[in-house]
């Protein structure tokens, strides 16, 4: 069986306006540019950090006893820490 990936290289207004700031920026200030770029990827690493504590939780929460769901040191444990 094949597989096939459609990938989307539309071009927008907005987009180009980003790169063409962020070259201007780092061209006159690198450092801010790096900075950003470090914030940018410190952010996407939040999101999947997020996503998985997230999924974590879900599962905890349906696998859970409904009757002993109080007593369940793991998943109150897991709650304060997605929290």
Known sequence: AATCTIVN????P???????????VNTEKPELEQ??????RQQNEYMVT?????????EQLSTADPAT???NIALIDGLEVTK
């Open 50 to 58: 997020l996503s998985k504590l997230e999924d974590d939780l879900l």
């Open 9 to 12: 290289f539309i071009v927008t």
């Open 69 to 71: 769901i109080l007593d």
């Open 35 to 40: 900075q950003k770029q470090t914030l940018v």
């Open 14 to 24: 907005s987009g180009l306006e980003e790169q063409i700031l962020a070259m201007v």
